[in-house]
């Protein structure tokens, strides 16, 4: 089942501009994780941030928790064209003994030139 | 090289006929995953292995076994493939539980069963 959920589903921006992808999930958390994938490739972390944090900076990248909404939001400032991937926020598996992460569909993002 | 590599990297099998998938990492993380990504799914866990010989089940792990025998190695059998086996594969570690830590993950086996 999915616990978090990215909107939007695709999202196409130009150059330069900055683009925000947020994620919802459903239940209590302690970490919400953000990684990027490449087309065919593996996924990469971007940044972890803890339920005690209300937001977070690695470069380019802010993400920010709202835990009494249950929300995400990773933006990402000045987009290159490098930053075309998809987007995924994950939090770790609650319940059933599974001690892995769940992730979202992801956000496919588009950085046209 | 330093980092986590999984072998083969494509493979295309017939359905009925065993299939394992090898993931090996060179940072002695404790934990190791493995996920499948199907469109309109995102990943999935399928197991999960918290130290050499400690193994268990994920979300979906019906028609595939593992095993641990060395920290650094996860190999993933598919006993007797499906068509619905058909997916890409990635492997991940962490030396710690997703509680705590993030993940690094493979590059990934992409899987056709015929």
């Known amino acids: 089942s999915q616990q978090g959920e990215e909107d939007p589903q695709a999202l196409s921006i130009q150059e330069g501009e900055n683009a925000t992808m947020n994620c919802s999930y459903k239940t209590s958390i302690n970490n919400l994780q953000w990684y990027r994938q490449n087309s065919g490739r593996g996924l990469v972390h971007l940044i972890l941030i803890r339920s005690n944090e209300r937001e977070k900076h690695s470069g380019r990248l802010r993400v920010t928790l709202d835990t009494s909404k249950k929300s995400s939001s990773l933006l990402i400032t000045a987009s290159r064209a490098a930053d075309t991937a998809s987007y995924f926020c994950?939090?770790?598996?609650?319940?059933?003994?599974?001690?892995?992460?769940?992730f979202g569909k992801g956000t496919h993002l588009i950085i046209q030139p | 090289d330093a980092g986590i590599t999984q072998s083969p990297r494509y493979k295309i099998t017939e359905t009925g006929r065993q299939v394992t998938l090898m993931c090996h990492q060179t940072?002695?993380?404790?934990?190791m995953f493995w996920y499948r990504q199907d469109l309109g799914h995102g990943l999935r866990l399928i197991y999960y292995?918290?130290?050499?010989?400690?193994?268990d089940k994920g979300e979906v792990p019906d028609g595939y076994v593992v095993s641990r025998s060395k920290t650094e190695n996860f190999p993933l059998t598919l006993e007797s493939a499906t068509r619905s086996q058909t997916s890409v594969y990635f492997c991940a570690s962490s030396d710690n539980s997703p509680f705590y830590n993030e993940q690094f993950f493979g590059p990934g086996t992409r899987l056709t069963v015929l």
């Open positions: 994950a939090t770790p598996t609650s319940g059933g003994g599974a001690d892995g992460l769940t």
């Open positions: 292995s918290a130290a050499a010989d400690i193994t």
């Open positions: 940072w002695s993380h404790s934990y």
